[in-house]
Each structure stands twice: as structure tokens, then as C-alpha cells.
């Protein structure tokens, strides 16, 4: 019934002279208003130090991609079971703010179900998921990098999740940037009216 339907669409666009644009699964995400973005920026971490982000997922699983970026080398580790007596710092909205969380469809009022905090007080730190290292940087003055490549991952609903990273560079670095990308997967909203808002269409029908 599905592909009927798609293929009803899709031939009543060809009479009507529109014709069907495709973009990727991420881009019309962002189009969507299911795409959220958090940047997680430490100053002056010691050596040793930790930077730890703490997600929590609601009702919808999310789609979380982790990126990080660090003057000097790193540990990464992720954890899931987490138990905390303090969920920490919610994301505010100036300069001044370590953790920031945005929709990334500016005309998008979506809800987001899924939660960051940041410095979370921590009971237990449950099932470790990852376990990686990042060589960022060299010496004493360590021009910094980027991991090749991305963690992801589908974070389960209702459940909680622990992000951090170790200072393990033998010094004090000046930034410690966690980049976490959260999207939504919604099956049941993949097809949609090919004339809907730029927030909710899946299929998308344009006019030459």
C-alpha cells in the first residue's frame, strides 16, 4: 500500500507538471526540524581532567553522532545505565555558556525529547559502549585536530547516556569541544503530503 501510494504521488506530480526533488536522509532531517545540535565548549581543562556530557533520551529514541576536537590527546569513552545524583548544567543561550542546544531548522518549533546536561554528578557510570583515543596534538604546543571520522549511534528511548573525554595530554589545553548531533528516527512520518511545510514533508514535490 506504501508504494501505491508513492507511485499515485509520484505520477500525479508528472500531470501536474512538478516534479520530485531528493535530498539525503541528514539534510531532510534538518528540513524537517528533527535535527538538533549541541556544542559542549571546556576552557582550560587540566590534565586529567574530564569533560563529560550527560544525555538523556525521552520518549523517541535519537540518532547521535559525536564529533570532538582537542588541543592535546584524548580518551573517549561512552556509557549507557548511567546512574547520576545530578543531572548537572542545563544548555543555556549566551556566550558565557559552556553548552549550548539548538534546533538546526530555524523555522522549525519542534520538540525535542531528547535532553543534554553538562558536569553531571555521577552515582555510576553503568556499561561502558566506548572506548577510544584520540591523538590530538604533539608537545607543548599542539596545534590540536579533529578525529577522522565520527562516533554514532542510536541512543535507546528513555535511557541514560554519559559522553566524556580525558585530558590525558600531561597539560593544561585551552578547549575541549564536544559536538553531539541528535536526530530523531520517525518512520512513521516518511511519507507525508508532497505539498506539506518545509518542518514535516518527507517527500518533496517542487515546482521547475
Known amino acids: 500500500m506504501l508504494q501505491n501510494e508513492l507511485h499515485n504521488r509520484f505520477m500525479k506530480a508528472i500531470r501536474t ?29 587540566a590534565s586529567n581532567g574530564y569533560a563529560r556530557l550527560l544525555v538523556k533520551t525521552g520518549e523517541r529514541q535519537a540518532h547521535i553522532i559525536i564529533e570532538a576536537e582537542c588541543e592535546g590527546k584524548v580518551y573517549f569513552r561512552s556509557f549507557s545505565d548511567v546512574t547520576v545524583s545530578e543531572n548537572g548544567t542545563a544548555p543555556g543561550t549566551t556566550v558565557n555558556d559552556k553548552l549550548t542546544l539548538f534546533n538546526r531548522c530555524g523555522l522549525c518549533t519542534n520538540g525535542n525529547t531528547t535532553q543534554v546536561f553538562h558536569t553531571p554528578t555521577i552515582t555510576n557510570t553503568g556499561l561502558m559502549r566506548g572506548n577510544r583515543i584520540f591523538p590530538f596534538g604533539q608537545g607543548g604546543t599542539a596545534p590540536g585536530g579533529r578525529v577522522s571520522g565520527r562516533v554514532e549511534s542510536v541512543f535507546a ?24 548531533r541528535s536526530r530523531y528516527i520517525l518512520f512513521s512520518h ?3 503530503s508532497p505539498l506539506a511545510s518545509a518542518c514535516t514533508s518527507k517527500l518533496r514535490i517542487v515546482k521547475p
Not at 507538471?17 to 582550560?44: M, P, Q, R, W
Not at 528511548?157 to 553531539?180: F, T, W
Open 17 to 45: 507538471g512538478f516534479y520530485v526533488a531528493t535530498i539525503d536522509t541528514e539534510h531532510d532531517k534538518v528540513h524537517e526540524g528533527k535535527s538538533y545540535t549541541a556544542n559542549y565548549l571546556e576552557k582550560s581543562l
Open 190 to 192: 516518511y511519507f507525508t
Open 157 to 180: 528511548p528513555n535511557s541514560i547516556y554519559l559522553i566524556e573525554l580525558q585530558n590525558v595530554s600531561g597539560q593544561v589545553r585551552d578547549v575541549v569541544y564536544i559536538y553531539v
